[in-house]
């Protein structure tokens, strides 16, 4: 079979998972047909849109969206906005996205967007009009029952409270509240759902939790470290404290911090949301990202960017669990590694689906005119990633691959008999 995705540029996440795309295919022997299809994003939508900036110039920006599949529902993925973000990068993490929706067993497909920009430069005044033109630039390629963006990397529910402002204006005024569950990840007040803020956070802890109950690890008192302390980071923290766990290290775009004592996890979190970053938190010691990455822990939590795991670091890893919040932080190679050093991995695709499951439970209520109490999405949230964990490890162990593997062969499985059984048009 020929390598079928089309790599542009330098090794990067696309390539990544399109390494593991293919070699689950193989495995399972993915009828070509379909192989193709999957291969494939449906659509890739480039924008580029102008914003007035507070001194009164004009800057233009590029966003993006991409949509992968929708063969189960519509598409959905978040909004990252950051330098980094091209055509690839958001291809990838649409590619992701459909993978996540099936292993889960929601009625969704895959997507992603994001704008080139470090917001950091930007002023909230100017972040309002730059998320505001974007979705207007977008216009009807999102939509409530078609593709439903959430937050990301640098957004979180004020931007999506204005992106749903600016879709819900270029709509018949009678319509209106029935189109709020175009976005997800919404404040509470504005129609989102309690517990979506902390549910990556939660769905990756409740993986750990099934982790150590499987191999009768005691969570209380385990060292653990943190990479990002932002939406999925924090959370992690804060629940991981609840099990007496000690949080000894956590790094983010500001540096590193280390403390074998271990860093109270809601103060370095208020730290953080105050000052921007873990950096000068005089708790703590400062160290440096090699450091960071070779320290001797329990768990490792990497929930900032993709291609963080390499074969050039994953030798120095020192820890017997990686949960990945983030999407994409191991590399292929870096994962051989890892097997080999018998570190196990909770994959992306499964670790952080708690944001897209809690996504999904907010858009139903939003559908159906209804507002859950935390417990129920709680509970709904523990049972749909539980079952996917047992199903993504016995499908691993059926055909002796490494969970990220196994979590493919899952997605990759189910879209085959959709695609079998529904046929191409016309
Ligand atoms: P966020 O913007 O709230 O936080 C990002 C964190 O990463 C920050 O602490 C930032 O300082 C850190 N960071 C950025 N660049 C870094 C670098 N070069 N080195 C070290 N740290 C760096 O974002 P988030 O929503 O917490 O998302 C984090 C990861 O989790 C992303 O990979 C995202 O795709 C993934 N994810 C998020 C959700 C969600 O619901 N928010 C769901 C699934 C997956």
Redesign the pocket.
């Given at each position: 079979m020929k390598y079928p995705y089309e790599v542009i540029g330098k090794p990067n996440l696309y390539e990544n998972i399109a390494k593991c795309f293919n070699k689950a295919a193989d495995i399972i022997k993915l009828d070509p047909n379909i192989r193709k299809i999957l291969a494939k994003t449906t659509n890739e939508i480039i924008v580029n849109f102008p914003v007035k900036m507070d001194s009164g110039s004009i800057e233009v920006f590029t966003g993006y969206r991409v949509q992968h599949n929708n063969a189960l529902g519509p598409y959905k993925g978040?909004i990252?906005y950051h330098p980094d973000v091209d055509i690839n990068a958001v291809r990838a993490?649409a590619i992701l996205m459909t993978w996540k929706s099936v292993i889960t067993g929601i009625p969704f497909g895959g997507g992603k967007g994001g704008v080139q920009v470090d917001p950091s430069k930007y002023s909230m005044g100017e972040l309002e009009r730059i998320t505001r033109r974007f979705t207007y630039a977008l216009g009807q390629n999102i939509g409530p029952e078609y593709d439903i963006p959430?937050?990301?990397?640098?957004t979180?529910s004020q931007i999506m409270a204005w992106i749903l402002d600016t879709y819900l204006s270029g709509i018949q005024p009678q319509e209106r509240n029935r189109n709020v569950h175009v976005v997800t990840?919404k404040p509470v007040e504005s129609g989102g759902s309690l517990g979506r803020d902390k549910?990556?956070g939660q769905g990756v802890v409740y993986c750990i939790e099934q982790w150590a109950k499987d191999n009768k690890f005691n969570l209380n008192g385990a060292a653990y470290i943190v990479?990002?302390?932002?939406?999925?980071?924090s959370w992690v923290g804060k629940l991981m404290k609840q099990h007496g766990s000690r949080l000894i290290a956590v790094?983010?775009?500001?540096g590193a911090i280390y403390s074998p004592k271990g860093i109270d996890a809601d103060d370095i979190a208020a730290y953080?949301s105050k000052t921007g970053?873990v950096r000068n938190y005089s708790k703590a010691d400062e160290i440096d990202h090699d450091k960071f990455l070779s320290i001797d822990a329990d768990i490792f939590v990497p929930?900032?960017?993709?291609n963080q795991i390499t074969k050039e670091n994953a030798p120095d890893i020192n820890v017997k669990l990686i949960a990945e919040?983030?999407?994409?932080?191991t590399a292929p190679e870096g994962d051989e590694i890892l097997r080999q050093k018998k570190i196990d991995v909770i994959p992306?695709i499964l670790c952080?689906s708690g944001?897209?499951i809690v996504s999904y439970f907010e858009w139903l209520q939003n559908k159906r005119s209804e507002f859950w109490e935390l417990e129920e999405v709680d509970t709904k949230l523990y049972k749909k990633i539980i079952d996917a964990y047992h199903k993504v490890k016995e499908t691993a162990e059926k055909y002796k691959v490494n969970w990220r593997i196994g979590a493919y062969i899952v997605a990759l499985s189910r879209l085959e008999v959709v695609y079998k059984e529904r046929g191409i048009f016309p």
């Open positions: 978040g990252r993490l959430a937050p990301d990397v640098n979180n990840g549910a990556t990479q990002g302390y932002g939406n999925v980071g790094e983010d775009v500001t953080v970053g929930a900032a960017l993709g919040g983030a999407n994409g932080p992306d952080n944001g897209v």
